[in-house]
């Protein structure tokens, strides 16, 4: 049975208050492991401001961080032990009391009533259990936001009664608190987001690769193992065969988050921002034996999840390998992180390497037994069994870490062992025990807290996963082909499919096809039949798409060929075709459209899909008129493509573009997009450029690559701001940025950038050139991020 969870917020507040994925700027370099320093140690500033009325003397007061403690001088100014890269918690202690929260670095230096309540936000909201470049947003949202004005107005005012009320479990704060946390977690979604996985099923799926192979896919936040297994075959006489075999075991990892899009805070909570799915290599799945004309496989998918799904039919073995998955997705995804930004504020890239490396194998191992060491852990991973939420679970782990000692030094020590097989030391290990200990907090956050969690994606995902998944495949020996096997249409649209038996003797009266079709959003027409179920002599046929409700969807096309031998139809196999249907969706370049008057400048429109060759699409131009013209008219249709020529004077207007689809005598409105124009006579925006950078490290006998794409600029004397607008193909939206901070990581000398996306890789053999990493990054980026990138420059 798992422990209450009254005893483990003390832990959990002592935890969360180090959690951090950046710090502020120092000296001394901390070797890591592999690609060499990943952070440096150093020291920050910053100053402790008491509200009014506060019966505390500042030089009583102290300041620590996960590596040091310092003193606070009269003025409220103290200097503490830091890791670089941005800001990092620092909490103010009255001898063993809280009094303040905040952070240093990254901007931050005061450490007030304001900072406190940001911080208590954070844990409210449990951002630390989002991946680190989501971590980093969340906080720089909650810097300011208006939610948290009346949590450090109450912090204020009950420090003026208990000047230890935040460490004092204050009832007042915690429900001030609570009140903000819910109103964030329940405000409007944000407009645009990207939500990944769309389906409705159970986040694991199959796909084929070419006549003989799959591939295997992940759409959750959790961890999958994907068995492929041949189950029997059939002859030319229909008998089917058993032969069973296990023919290779797929792992496959959590989704990925993608950092170039950005959404409203409580869809950052939730996890609603874009996610990639993961996709293993091909399998092959072949026709076997030789006198087969089909084969069967089972792919089963087997991860963490509260649904049962058929782990009862799985045998012992794959049973105890569900129990071994579940707890590294317990441990590894969602408790370990914790404890991993409590000591080593790092990026994502050192976090992959610690957890992924084989050097730390053993360490992770050990810590994974000790987990199961927790009461009731063992019993919330067996399968077909009714666990409690993850949520709960992670705060019973928690817990025990305050409450057992043991547990305690076990994870202690499990973080030293994994750092030390990376080559990195931890500096001051044993002030590591302060932060375990020395710190209280309120009772009542642990109610945000746990529906933060609930909403979470990695508990969301789990919550709605199924424990085993078994995935049906047949191979054919089939020599039918239908082309395309794959298209995409717009609604309404209609898409052409071919059916070829190229080895047939059979020509004209000889063949007749079976057409059918999912038909949930289009039908099948050949001239004479209309349906989703038909014969046909016709070897082609149109599928006439629709959309319902506006949604991107999919339909399944199949048909079997027959040929007339012997006095009989013989079938000569099936073939499928895939046609999804895609809302046409309109983009603009740019988006700000910034000239001198007399000047003029291009504008663009971006259709995705990609028109059909044999479909009519009008583009119809506006602006109002207001600071220019399209060469002296405020219409203009036609063209892909406009000129915007500003007028003598400065001023504001908009382009406005809108998409129709010609269809006979009607006129079908697609969508439209609109770009701003600005007219100065000393621009207040410069247009950045896409620029690529990576490189390549090790040799034949393993190499590693990483690669990024960012927008540049030149650095403006005087800047206090830059504001970075374009759009991202892949995720079809627009990109704002705004800095500093800048993200990117090698701009050229005297510009600032901002990270749009990157990647690395790694392998063994013949390691790719530093030339090719970079064309391949420069092809997708010309593709994925085009047209111009306006930047706004704020002074």
Request: proline share 6%; net charge negative; aromatic share 8%.
């Amino acid at each position: 049975m798992l422990r209450s969870m009254k005893g483990w917020l003390a832990g959990f507040l002592v935890l969360a208050a180090w959690i951090s994925t950046m710090s502020c700027g120092g000296n001394g370099t901390i070797p890591g492991g592999g690609n060499g320093a990943l952070f440096t140690l150093g020291s920050g500033s910053g100053r402790v401001v008491l509200p009014a009325g506060v019966a505390l003397a500042l030089e009583t007061l102290r300041a620590s961080t996960p590596f040091g403690t310092a003193p606070i001088n009269s003025a409220g100014d103290f200097t503490v032990p830091v890791i670089t890269g941005g800001p990092m918690p620092v909490t103010v202690f009255s001898g063993d009391d809280v009094v303040l929260y905040g952070y240093v670095g990254g901007g931050h230096t005061l450490v007030t009533a304001d900072s406190t309540a940001e911080f208590l936000a954070y844990l409210a909201l449990a951002g630390f259990l989002t991946p680190p470049e989501v971590s980093e947003e969340i906080q720089s949202q909650l810097k300011g936001h208006p939610e948290l004005a009346a949590v450090a107005a109450k912090i204020a005012e009950r420090m003026q009664i208990d000047p230890l009320a935040v460490g004092n479990n204050d009832s007042e704060i915690a429900s001030a608190l609570n009140i903000a946390a819910g109103n964030i977690l329940n405000a409007p979604e944000g407009r645009g987001i990207l939500i990944n996985p769309v389906d409705g099923g159970y986040g694991n799926s199959v796909v084929h690769e070419g006549l003989e192979s799959i591939r295997a896919i992940n759409q959750r936040r959790r961890r999958t193992l994907a068995y492929v297994d041949q189950i029997s075959y059939t002859t030319e006489d229909n008998v089917e065969h058993d032969a069973p075999q296990e023919i290779t075991k797929v792992k496959l990892s959590p989704t990925t988050g993608v950092t170039s899009v950005v959404g409203a805070l409580g869809d950052l909570i939730s996890g609603k921002v874009a996610y990639a799915p993961v996709i293993s290599d091909p399998v092959t799945v072949p026709v076997r034996p030789t006198s087969a004309i089909k084969t069967k496989y089972n792919v089963t998918f087997i991860g963490i999840g509260f649904i049962a799904g058929d782990i009862v039919s799985l045998p012992e073995s794959r049973k105890q390998e569900y129990r071994e998955l579940a707890l590294r997705s317990l441990a590894l995804d969602l408790f370990l992180p914790v404890l991993l930004k409590v000591v080593i504020p790092a990026n994502k890239e050192y976090f992959e390497q610690l957890l992924g490396s084989a050097e730390g194998l053993e360490a992770v191992t050990w810590f994974l037994e000790r987990v199961q060491e927790v009461p009731g852990i063992a019993e919330a991973l067996e399968p077909n069994s009714q666990p409690p939420s993850p949520s709960q679970i992670v705060l019973t782990l928690l817990e025990w870490v305050v409450e057992s000692e043991t547990f305690q030094n076990a994870c202690i020590n499990a973080i030293q062992a994994m750092m030390d097989k990376v080559g990195l030391k931890l500096p001051n290990a044993g002030d590591l025990k302060v932060g375990f200990t020395n710190i209280s907090g309120m009772l009542k956050i642990i109610d945000a807290v746990l529906l933060s969690l609930d909403a979470s994606a990695q508990v969301v995902d789990i919550v709605r996963s199924k424990q085993a998944e078994i995935v049906e495949v047949i191979t054919n020996r089939s020599k039918v082909l239908l082309d395309p096997p794959y298209q995409v249409v717009g609604s309404d649209a209609e898409a052409e499919l071919t059916a070829r038996v190229p080895d047939a003797s059979g020509t004209g009266d000889l063949l007749k096809y079976h057409w059918t079709c999912t038909g949930q959003y289009g039908r099948l027409k050949d001239g004479i039949h209309e349906g989703n179920d038909f014969e046909s002599s016709k070897d082609k046929v149109v599928y006439a798409a629709w959309s319902p409700y506006g949604i991107d969807v999919s339909d399944k096309v199949t048909v079997e060929a027959f040929l007339f031998a012997d006095n009989e139809w013989k079938s000569l196999g099936t073939a499928e075709a895939t046609v999804d249907v895609r809302i046409a969706r309109l983009a603009i370049s740019p988006v700000l459209v910034a000239i001198k008057p007399g000047e003029s400048m291009a504008v663009e429109a971006f259709v995705t899909p990609a028109p059909p060759a044999n479909e009519v699409f009008e583009y119809k131009w506006i602006t109002h008129g207001t600071a220019g013209s399209f060469n002296g008219v405020l219409e203009k249709v036609g063209p892909r493509e406009v000129t915007y020529v500003a007028g003598s004077a400065e001023g504001t207007d908009k382009v406005t573009v809108q998409l129709f689809r010609l269809d006979r005598a009607k006129r079908i409105f697609v969508g439209e997009a609109s770009a701003d124009v600005k007219v100065e006579t000393e621009p207040s925006v410069l247009y950045g450029t896409i620029e690529v950078a990576g490189g390549v490290e090790g040799g034949y006998g393993g190499w590693s690559s990483w690669w990024e794409i960012f927008v540049q600029f030149p650095d403006v004397p005087g800047a206090t701001s830059y504001r970075a607008q374009g759009f991202d193909a892949y995720w079809w939206g627009q990109v704002d940025i705004t800095g500093p901070p800048f993200s990117a990581a090698q701009p050229a000398a005297g510009h600032h950038g901002f990270s749009l996306t990157g990647g690395s890789g790694w392998g063994f053999g013949e390691p790719p050139t530093e030339g090719d990493i970079l064309a391949e990054a420069m092809a997708y980026a010309a593709w994925r991020f085009p047209g111009d990138w306006p930047i706004t420059i704020t002074k």
